[in-house]
């Protein structure tokens, strides 16, 4: 096992520049240059000292003992680079950044503030620049460097950046990038061909009168392959958000509201259901939505943009095989691909990929053509021929397709839909009696998979054995029967919905449907079993991309259980997703765990208090006043909640929305007493105990309880413990330097970005730190952090979040002469059941008659969380600017 060192390190991190577009224009020249690209830095490092931590793919994450070497490394990484020799079309424009920081290796890799801003300082960069941190330039005493002056690392902070120089390579003078808006659009590695017009026509047509577009046609005729380069093209033009949802996985139609609301970031608001709620968060954003695969839940999706009509800011496309018959909406009738132009040469860059050294003859291209005019120019079809490519030349497939000229009747209703399935049957037929089986048996995943899911699903000891697992993967990925793509280190494997489909007809013709689907049931289950066992631990990272990636799956795992009325096993995967759905807020989870609930005699599982409770929390997310009565009933039914989760609910109400220090003293006193086992329990339960008393102030008796915190995060090695830690340890250094105290809380939302997604403990520090610099700074700075605060917790669609903000919000307006807004936000605050703390309403009296507050106090009650938050940050922004405008 190699050794990763510790201590004072310097990160090189690589990426590509244009990588996409390139995998995309021509995979096999892209596949080769990668391969050099990894030699060269291999050897770079190694030389210099270094250790190769991780390829990404479309970069490098290299590591150095000394910040030296590492600017060495980077100069002759770009200096061999530029220098060549490379083949035509190889060569590499590689953007690096450098940071330096104190680090501890753990599981083999690093996780922390520290490659976390690695990372983002990367993202600064050009292709053929170097940057690097204030951390980093430090170090480097013999370096040429510039300072290119402050800039935002997206969910950091500001960095001083430098720019590296060297006469030994040319620098791009171009100056350095600013944040890219996210994207969830799937990554795509092959070429798009023969849509360059039609493209640009939706594009236009979103962009113009049409907010509705609809692209129809036949399954594999390259609808989602189309709509992906559209939303590309957008946010390459724009810079727009574009949010994708794929219903391929979603069988319900119950669940096409909470699947569009998790792609696009919405979740649960109070007293609205969940399409009300998706519309509250995009109202007033400028996003794209595409809707993908829509065809077999056609009703539920029609009802959803018919509502989400009302969002005038919204472009929405569509993939189906039928319309939408919404008002405006543009119908575009994707084309099968011509036999000369897009056909053929989809089918020659495809065979390409596989092998670099195929050069058609005339004769070949001929016999193409035909090919492309038998399968009616389908771009799945194409592909499937292209996949025997390396078996068969163009003649054979010819042959194999029919003697007759004429494989396809076209009398018959639906030619295209017959001349795709044929085309599959036909691939499907040729495979080994193992392949085909594999192939139906992958049917049952959703939303992809990885080898390992494969082999402890599909495997049967006999036709499929395990070990043969990753050559049959192999096989029908050189076929595309599935497809195979890389995410971070690991590969992933998915089937095209049209390719799904037919596998899963083979699998409930052949009866063998019921025992693969409980097979997938049983293995997700137990692989969110397992990955809550390591939420509390080093390998945390690793466990929140497993369960944000398998999160379909785990969809489809639940919708089985429910099904086949085995709902105790549903309850125990809910549970087991508790912790992870709460700090990343994926709120979706408690609605499931609200319909489990529901169901007649669940009162008997052994996991009802957990159940119970994770409703309420859910509950608490969305500002449902059920909360109380919800962990109550946990609670008389198993006082001990093993979990804590109905003791976190009613501790989270008592402490941030109601603030009753003798109910809020009982109960973490008595959860103490009851000397919790897990680690969340016994984390939380400490960290609430903290809470409680620094803001009743009894500093000294909260001391031994940070001290816990402390020691429960540095035994786990979990970064949301250590997060959870830096909240409880900050109140309490309050109490001698609020300075110290804010740098705490700092440290600790370095922790939680350095999580893959939003984290919940975020927004408990964000807040803590404006409550104690609202009156204490600058005026502008506090109104610039109050502002930055509710745009994140509003973007993250996080409802309490978003409330608790208000009190300090106003506390700020006062300061800036806007009470009466102030005002406003307090009595929305009050009205959806959160209590702002006694120095928001001090402020607001001292800034209002009491006969005045009152009555903006009522105009803010009934305007709704979302819709306060907007009047929020438009009112912040204009004190920004009258407070700059005061002072020039």
């Avoid at 709620?277 to 829509?294: A, G, P």
């Avoid at 049209?498 to 293995?523: K, Q």
């Avoid at 110290?740 to 984290?759: E, F, K, N």
């Avoid at 120095?839 to 803010?860: C, I």
Wanted: net charge negative.
């Amino acid at each position: 096992m190699r050794v990763l060192p510790g201590g004072t390190v310097t990160f090189m991190l690589t990426d590509i520049e244009g990588s996409s577009e390139r995998w995309e224009t021509d995979a096999a020249t892209m596949r080769s240059a990668m391969s050099a690209h990894d030699h060269i830095v291999d050897q770079i490092v190694t030389n210099r000292d270094g250790r190769i931590v991780k390829h990404l793919g479309d970069g490098c994450w290299a590591v150095f003992t000394s910040a030296a070497d590492a600017a060495e490394a980077a100069v002759e990484l770009l200096a061999r680079l530029q220098r060549g020799p490379w083949e035509p079309g190889e060569r590499l424009d590689i953007r690096v950044g450098l940071h330096s920081g104190a680090v501890e290796p753990d599981d083999d890799d690093y996780f922390g503030p520290v490659p976390n801003r690695a990372a983002r300082i990367v993202d600064l960069a050009n292709g053929n620049q170097i940057v690097c941190s204030g951390a980093t330039a430090g170090l480097l005493s013999d370096v040429a460097l510039r300072s290119e002056g402050p800039h935002g690392l997206r969910g950091i902070g500001v960095e001083e950046i430098f720019m590296v120089f060297d006469d030994r390579y040319a620098p791009d003078e171009r100056p350095l990038r600013e944040a890219v808006v996210p994207s969830n659009l799937p990554r795509t590695k092959t070429s798009f061909v023969g849509r360059a017009e039609t493209t640009a026509e939706i594009t236009s047509f979103l962009n113009g009168s049409h907010p509705v577009v609809t692209l129809i046609g036949p399954g594999g005729v390259g609808k989602t392959r189309l709509a992906v380069e559209v939303g590309a093209t957008l946010q390459r033009e724009s810079n727009v958000r574009v949010h994708f949802c794929d219903l391929a996985a979603v069988a319900d139609p119950d669940a096409v509201a909470d699947a569009t609301a998790d792609a696009v970031g919405a979740r649960r608001q109070p007293r609205m259901d969940v399409v009300d709620s998706v519309v509250d968060y995009l109202t007033d954003r400028d996003v794209y939505l595409i809707l993908d695969n829509c065809e077999h839940v056609i009703g539920a999706v029609r009802d959803l943009v018919s509502r989400l009509q009302g969002v005038e800011t919204l472009r929405l496309l569509a993939t189906s095989r039928e319309a939408l018959h919404e008002p405006g909406e543009q119908l575009v009738v994707v084309a099968p691909l011509s036999a000369r132009t897009g056909g053929e040469d989809l089918f020659v860059q495809r065979v390409r990929e596989r092998d670099p050294g195929f050069e058609p003859t005339a004769r070949d291209l001929d016999d193409v053509r035909e090919l492309v005019r038998r399968v009616d120019g389908i771009p799945l079809a194409i592909e499937l021929a292209a996949g025997w490519g390396s078996v068969m030349s163009p003649a054979d497939m010819l042959e194999r397709l029919g003697d007759d000229g004429n494989l396809f009747n076209d009398s018959r209703r639906d030619a295209r839909h017959a001349s795709l399935t044929d085309t599959i049957a036909w691939s499907y037929e040729l495979m080994t009696p193992a392949e085909a089986r594999l192939f139906d048996r992958m049917s049952v995943f959703g939303g992809g998979c990885t080898l390992e899911a494969i082999e402890a699903v599909c495997a049967d000891g006999t036709i499929v054995p395990v070990g043969d697992v990753p050559q049959l993967v192999m096989a029908l990925v050189d076929k595309s029967m599935i497809v195979s793509r890389r995410d971070d280190r690991h590969r992933r494997f998915s089937t095209l919905e049209t390719l799904r489909s037919f596998g899963s007809e083979r699998l409930i013709a052949s009866g063998d449907a019921p025992e693969y689907r409980r097979r997938h049931a049983e293995h997700y289950r137990e692989f969110a079993v397992r990955q809550d066992q390591r939420l509390f631990s080093p390998a945390e990272p690793d466990a929140w991309r497993g369960l944000d990636q398998e999160w379909a799956n785990l969809r489809s795992a639940l919708d089985w259980y429910e099904a086949e009325g085995i709902e105790h096993r549903g309850v125990e995967l809910v549970v087991s997703l508790v912790l992870f759905a709460s700090f990343s807020m994926r709120f979706e989870l408690f609605a499931w765990a609200e319909e489990l609930l529901a169901v007649p005699g669940i009162e008997t599982d052994p996991n009802y208090v957990d159940l119970c409770g994770a409703v309420a929390l859910g509950a608490y997310f969305a500002v449902d006043p059920r909360v109380t009565e919800l962990a109550e009933r946990g609670l008389a039914a198993d006082p001990a909640d093993p979990h804590g989760f109905c003791r976190i609910a009613l501790a989270a109400v008592l402490l941030n929305n109601l603030h009753v220090a003798h109910d809020s003293d009982a109960l973490t006193s008595d959860w103490l007493a009851a000397a919790p086992t897990e680690p969340a329990s016994r984390l939380w339960s400490e960290a609430f105990r903290t809470f409680h008393l620094c803001w009743n102030g009894h500093p000294d008796e909260a001391a031994a309880h940070v001290s816990a915190t402390r020691a429960l995060a540095d035994e786990t090695g979990s970064m949301s413990a250590k997060a959870l830690a830096a909240w409880a340890e900050g109140q309490l250094v309050s109490f001698e330097s609020i300075d110290r105290a804010i740098a705490v809380w700092t440290d600790g939302l370095q922790w939680t970005r350095s999580l893959p997604g939003d984290h919940l403990v975020e927004h408990l520090l964000t807040g803590l730190i404006l409550n104690f610099t609202a009156t204490r700074g600058e005026l502008i700075d506090s109104l610039v952090q109050c502002r930055d605060a509710v745009r994140l917790a509003l973007d993250q669609h996080y409802v309490a979040g978003t409330s608790h903000l208000f009190g300090v919000t106003a506390i700020v307006l006062c300061r800036a002469g806007d009470a009466e807004t102030g005002a406003r936000l307090v009595g929305a605050m009050i009205d959806n059941g959160h209590f702002p703390r006694p120095n928001a309403r001090r402020a607001l009296e001292r800034a209002l008659d009491t006969d005045d507050l009152g009555p903006f106090l009522s105009n803010g009650a009934g305007l709704g969380i979302t819709r306060a938050a907007h009047i929020a940050i438009e009112a912040l922004s204009d004190a920004i600017e009258r407070s700059a405008l005061a002072i020039q």
